[in-house]
């Protein structure tokens, strides 16, 4: 059973196609990272599937319940990290933390603590007189101090330093060990590539590319730096070989995956003297996306 599911999920705000179609869907256990440029679309899913807003066509599950029909119960299992956080000014941050604890029927004042302790949180503080980080801080102890069978974070690191960057990764990974699932929001390439087991890119409300990173990883090309003692004959025109540049230190190109085999014995007939490659990224990927876009012309922002 899919812990999130949607299908053919859309919403039109009049004439304006906000989401166009999305499919989406997170197993249990899993970290699923939905990515795309500010105004992709991304919180207006989110905002679905929190109940928040109504789908205009296309459906939307968690926990096998619809969305709309079931907002209060599926709250009770959900924990929800916006990127821009509002707190009531007049409360110190520990009372907004045991308040949205309590809300979800948890007190778990031992985890509570400890996050506190290691986002470097001041609770006694009012919320008025916090940074935008430390309402993010807020935000995410009280997400993490809750026991959730999902967490749905919206760009939940907005506004944190490197560090504190670190302690959120650590618990996205305890949550996941627990069994828990998370749906992971964000334009952060590497925070998504480190967390998450499947993504999702979101252009102009669709969804353009979705599977697991491994998976994905086949579509993108892989850097190669080669040193040899003969020149490589017609690299230049050779299939699967892109951006080829000669420097002092070799010669430097990309490599389509799905070629690498043919492409590295042809290479080897010079005499490799010196090799280094490195891995596609999850930015590869997404930018040969935006290069197609502008290659097959193809307008509109995002």
């Given at each position: ?184 929001s964000s334009h952060i390439l590497s925070e ?106 193809a307008g509109g922002e995002s």
């Amino acid at each position: 059973m899919s812990i999130l599911k949607t299908e053919g999920l859309t919403k039109k705000f009049g004439k304006f196609t906000a989401l166009d179609g999305i499919n989406i869907e997170v197993k249990p256990g899993e970290v699923y990272g939905f990515i795309g440029p500010n105004g992709a679309g991304k919180s207006t899913t989110i905002r679905i599937l929190l109940g928040i807003l109504k789908a205009t066509d296309g459906r939307a599950e968690i926990f096998g319940e619809d969305v709309w029909k079931q907002a209060v119960e599926l709250h009770k299992r959900i924990a929800y990290v916006p990127g821009d956080v509002n707190l009531w000014p007049n409360l110190t941050g520990g009372e907004v933390i045991d308040l949205f604890t309590k809300l979800r029927g948890g007190n778990n004042k031992n985890k509570r603590e400890e996050l506190i302790e290691k986002f470097k949180l001041d609770p006694t503080k009012k919320c008025r007189t916090y940074s935008k980080g430390n309402r993010q801080k807020v935000a995410l102890v009280s997400a993490f101090s809750s026991d959730a069978d999902l967490y749905i974070l919206d760009e939940p690191t907005s506004g944190l330093d490197p560090l504190m960057e670190q302690v959120f990764q650590e618990m996205v990974k305890d949550v996941k060990k627990e069994g828990k699932s998370v749906l992971l929001s964000s334009h952060i390439l590497s925070e998504v590539e480190k967390l998450c087991d499947s993504v999702g890119i979101i252009r102009e409300g669709k969804i353009i590319e979705s599977g697991s990173l491994e998976a994905m990883r086949h579509l993108t090309r892989t850097h190669i730096l080669v040193k040899t003692k003969n020149s490589i004959p017609s690299l230049e025109n050779y299939q699967g070989v892109h951006e080829v540049e000669r420097t002092e230190q070799g010669i430097s190109m990309q490599v389509d995956t799905e070629e690498m085999d043919a492409v590295m014995k042809h290479i080897s007939e010079s005499g490799i003297l010196k090799l280094e490659s490195a891995p596609p990224t999850l930015e590869d990927l997404f930018m040969r996306h935006y290069e197609h876009k502008a290659e097959t012309g193809a307008g509109g922002e995002s």
